[in-house]
């Protein structure tokens, strides 16, 4: 349930709260109870005074906080093989409608990750595709199908994280990249998304051609000088998991 400190919070200012599978109550056949969540996302609302972002990890495959009876999506690297970009854009829709009447107005997906390293072991198949203009194309259909139905979409994980060989959750990955590798290939779908997008999500990942100490979450380098700057974003940015060992 919202704790009254968190209410608190959110009447003072606080902009929106995430819930996680340890937040949703189960019934006995480890379905979700829907009736309490629509109860406890409400709560979150009333609580603030102005609209809150009230935000859910719903990717579809392994990064999906809404299971049963919510519809489980599989893996976006399925989608990425049909190679369909109206299924993609119909994926998103069913995935706003769903998350809009749980009371969610902020679903953190789509990746924008590209698969460029088999040995990544926190990307692979959450991926749409291995190249910038189809993980372009086929999440910027799925982005739009979302927002279209009244749920904001978040790109993530800038400037990419699908050619580390590091899980970000376990330790810093670092890659040697220069700023001219991360145009042409990770920043790509960034970039070509940036004015449809309202947010950002930053990866823990240390870059240090760009910054030797900083990771791009904590970088003033990286994302103002290529989030801001040369991919044109003027959303909002927000942190990967705090929590993460990175």
Do not use: W
């Not at 609209?51 to 299971?67: F, P, S, Y």
């Not at 049909?82 to 299924?87: F, I, M, Q, S, Y």
């Not at 739009?144 to 376990?170: A, I, N, R, Y």
């Not at 990286?222 to 990175?246: P, T, Y």
């Amino acid at each position: 349930a919202l704790p009254a400190s968190y209410a608190q919070r959110l009447a003072d200012g606080l902009g929106g709260i995430i819930l996680f599978s340890r937040n949703l109550k189960k019934q006995a056949d480890g379905t979700i109870d829907v009736a309490h969540l629509v109860a406890q996302t409400a709560a979150i609302h009333a609580a603030a005074p102005v609209t809150a972002l009230c935000a859910v990890d719903q990717e579809g495959g392994l990064v999906a906080r809404l299971r049963a009876p919510f519809t489980h999506l599989p893996p976006m690297r399925d989608i990425g093989d049909r190679d369909d970009t109206e299924l993609s854009r119909r994926a998103g829709r069913q995935t706003g409608r769903e998350c809009l009447a749980a009371g969610f107005n902020v679903d953190f997906a789509p990746i924008l990750d590209i698969d460029t390293n088999p040995a990544n072991p926190i990307i692979g198949r959450r991926a749409f595709g291995a190249d910038a203009e189809t993980v372009t194309r086929l999440a910027g259909a799925f982005l739009d199908g979302m927002q279209e139905v009244g749920v904001l979409g978040c790109g993530k994980h800038f400037p990419g994280h699908g050619d580390t060989d590091t899980d970000s959750h376990l330790a810093l990955p670092v890659l040697s990249f220069t700023r001219d590798r991360l145009a042409a290939v990770e920043m790509a779908p960034f970039k070509a998304l940036a004015d449809r997008m309202a947010m950002v999500m930053t990866a823990h990942i240390l870059f240090p051609e760009l910054d030797r100490e900083r990771p791009a979450t904590l970088s003033p380098d990286i994302m103002q000088s290529l989030l801001r700057d040369a991919c044109g974003f003027n959303g909002l940015i927000v942190s990967d998991d705090l929590e993460m060992k990175g």
